[in-house]
């Protein structure tokens, strides 16, 4: 298939729209993704056509709104490869699907229990795990970020140890676009019985994985990383995990039986699934994937890569910019900064020429602390962005760079 | 816009680097902003500085507006002004929330100062 990039261009209608009076060009993608009219249109189509609350109903309508959700589901788990439809949580993102797990292993380790957090983490698979041993006395350990900005796995192998029980390791750095040797760490941990959640939701919008293959323990993803819609993400949990794991959220739909003097809980994957849920959401998610594996990820990774390649030379080009994160394997993400000038100085004048980046510590102050910094200019492609687009962030950025000097 | 407040931010009166500590921080500031504040001759004075130059701008605006009055001009000031020159509407959200914790600390300095 032909990566025809201008008309892909004419499937995000926010594209077309002027910041400033010129173009939007965004930027911002590690942030969130814009949506293409699929998307939207399935939000509308849901509210306008079929909206009805899911799974009690008896009547029609219900009936094809729990159709479509629990047909999300099913996309899902085709997606990434799951073996069934039931380890999918959907949940309202990343982090609500993180503190569910924490929550669920609140009470299954205590002080005697190693967890280990890699350096690269984004604070919401850091803070859930704080939380939790701070309750069940159990103990964090870091595996460190070399200049490269990727894992020092010659600690990690020292730090593992039979007291190890869990591993947290995003997929892909939000903030460095390091791409990390998940399936080695898994391989590892299981070797002493720890289990594994790997962060996703950076990972998803560039790149298909394959659930079974890597035999993970817990997978994360956000939907509006990858083009759907904000508010709705997914949990992937192993069968024996899940059954383990106590409910989160207590409520409606997660219930079998209720009575005052006791209530017995639903089965996978509802137990975790309380209230109502963002259906429209779910149902967006869905065909978000769809357009995404019509396009076809191998396309959009070469398409990507080709991009960060452009970008990373140009960048290089102009004195006193300084790259943070080249690690052998990354996503089209460049976090930078320029010599003396403060990063939310570029930003700032950026935006005047209508070009959206995001600065700051990017929810990842250890990564900050490591190097050093306050904050990096971070720039993120993804593949409805364009050479031209990259040319005039070059332009713009020594025009603010001359009148910060 | 934005040129004026580099060439503001620029020329800004330096703070002490003994007020430079973390105490005199302003919260709500993506980039570190340095107020500190003292009675001269029955007058405020106010010095500030920034990580990020358009930040010191806005502050620079701020302190030639602020400094040299008496702590109750300060604290009768009237903010409309703020919205009369643009600064308000030409910043963002999360950029008139530092502006607006700045102007309630220099505020505060004034309240303590009038005491005195």
Known sequence: ?405 | MYEHMIELGKSIQLIDPKNKIDSNLIKGCQSKLWLFAELKNGKMIYSADSEAIITKGIAAVLLRAFSNQTPLDVLNADLTYIDEIGLKEHLSPTRANGLVSMIKQMKYYALAYSNK
Request: aromatic share 10%; with cysteine; proline share 3%.
């Open chain 1, 1 to 405: 298939m032909v990566f025809d990039i201008n008309k892909i261009r004419e499937d995000f209608p926010i594209l077309k729209r002027k910041v400033n009076g010129n173009n939007f060009i965004y930027f911002d993608n590690a942030a969130t993704s814009q949506k293409p009219n699929l998307v939207i249109d399935s939000i509308v189509d849901y509210y306008r056509n079929y909206n009805s609350n899911i799974h009690r109903g008896v009547h029609t309508v219900s009936q094809e709104a729990t159709d479509a959700y629990e047909g999300a589901r099913i996309k899902i788990q085709n997606h990434f490869n799951v073996k069934n439809s039931y380890e999918i949580i959907l949940t309202s993102g990343t982090t609500h699907s993180i503190n569910l797990v924490a929550n669920g292993f609140l009470d299954i380790l205590n002080e005697k229990d190693e967890i280990i957090i890699s350096g690269l983490e984004h604070h919401s698979n850091i803070v859930p795990w704080q939380m939790m041993a701070k309750k069940n006395g159990a103990k964090i350990k870091v595996i460190p970020i070399n200049e490269n900005g990727e894992l020092d796995m010659k600690v990690f192998n020292s730090i593992l140890n039979k007291n190890t029980k869990l591993v947290f390791v995003n997929h892909v750095s939000n903030a460095l676009g390091t791409v990390n040797p998940i399936k080695k760490i898994i391989q590892k941990a299981h070797k002493v019985n720890a289990a594994v959640l790997i962060d996703g939701a950076q990972a998803s919008a560039h790149f298909k994985t394959d659930l079974q293959e890597l035999d993970v323990d817990f997978y994360t993803t956000s939907a509006h990383k990858l083009c759907g819609p904000t508010g709705i993400g997914m949990l992937f949990g192993k069968e024996k995990w899940l059954k383990k794991m106590p409910p989160y959220q207590g409520g409606g739909e997660m219930i079998s039986d209720v009575t005052f003097e006791k209530t017995t809980y639903a089965e996978l994957p509802h137990k975790f699934e309380a209230g109502t849920p963002n259906v429209s959401g779910a149902i967006a998610f869905g065909f978000a994937l769809d357009y995404l594996n019509k396009l076809g990820f191998d396309n959009i990774e070469e398409y990507e890569s080709s991009l960060l390649k452009y970008a990373t030379n140009k960048l290089k080009n102009i004195s006193g910019l300084k790259i943070y994160g080249e690690a052998k394997q990354k996503t089209s993400v460049i976090s930078f900064n320029v010599n003396g000038i403060h990063a939310y100085d570029i930003g700032t004048l950026l935006d005047k020429f209508g070009i959206a980046v995001r600065t700051g510590q990017h929810c990842a102050q250890p990564i900050m602390d490591h190097f050093g910094i306050s904050g990096t200019v971070r720039v993120s492609l993804t593949f409805y962005n364009t050479k031209e687009e990259i040319d005039k962030l070059y332009n713009s950025l020594k025009q603010a760079i001359s009148m910060l000097r």
